[in-house]
């Protein structure tokens, strides 16, 4: 049973489209992420949700937009996009807050064109 | 200055060898420490959790924090080709601070 899974895996699209990724959790986490890894491999914080609640909303384009539509359920949907968005988009989820170990699912690879 | 420091490496060190990966950290509130592996193409998976100072072991890996020095260690003994990937090591404080580093790649030669 995956813990943490994301739709879609790989998502190829062009410039000024506007897309979403899906993610869900069945572990019964309070809060979950969003992290962008670029092609270093640096993993920066997005978004975090506890309850549903943004509580971590870092210097992100306001056309990045979370949505919480239930704590097991984090979507992220981009307008706009840009070939500066390319990037492994993964979702986490912790038992408690951001301090508490995560547990990250598969990745969604966004290459823009 | 990055809140988390980390040697991006590449690191290559041959099969059995002992491997010893670090990090730095620049603020003394963080209390959480932890160390993720990230195999390639995959999501970060929890290696080792940690509060406060000291040490924590886990079958062949042992985590190591000096928050005197602020500094962050991960040993890894009788390293085997599957400990190829990438190390991401990760500080948090109680607030919503939270922070990884760059990551370092490893390379365990058969």
């Known amino acids: 049973d995956t813990a943490v899974s994301q739709t879609p895996k790989y998502l190829v699209t062009q410039m000024g489209n506007d897309k979403s990724i899906k993610c869900e959790q069945n572990?019964?986490?309070?809060?979950m992420y969003w992290y962008k890894q670029d092609s270093k491999k640096f993993l920066k914080i997005m978004f975090s949700?506890?309850?549903?609640?943004?509580?971590i909303n870092e210097t992100v384009p306001n056309r990045f937009s979370p949505k919480s539509p239930d704590k097991a359920h984090l979507n992220l949907h981009i307008n706009s996009l840009e070939l500066g968005d390319s990037a492994v988009y993964f979702c986490a989820s912790s038992p408690r807050g951001p301090g508490y170990e995560q547990y990250f699912g598969p990745g969604t690879r966004l290459t823009v064109t | 200055q990055k809140e988390v420091e980390q040697d991006p490496g590449p690191l290559s060190v041959p099969e059995g060898a002992i491997v010893s990966l670090n990090c730095t950290y620049s603020?003394?509130?963080?209390?959480?420490f932890m160390w993720y592996r990230q195999y390639s193409r995959k999501g970060p998976e929890l290696l080792m959790y940690t509060y406060s100072s000291g040490n924590k072991e886990d079958g062949r890996f042992t985590a190591q924090v000096d928050k005197s020095s602020k500094y962050i260690s991960l040993f890894i003994r009788d390293s085997q080709p599957s400990d190829s990937a990438t190390y991401l090591c990760?500080?948090?404080?109680?607030?919503?601070?939270?922070?990884f580093g760059t990551g370092t790649s490893l390379t365990v030669i058969p």
């Open positions: 949700y506890n309850n549903k609640e943004l509580i």
């Open positions: 603020n003394s509130a963080f209390q959480y």
């Open positions: 572990l019964g986490h309070d809060t």
């Open positions: 990760a500080s948090a404080n109680t607030g919503n601070q939270f922070y």
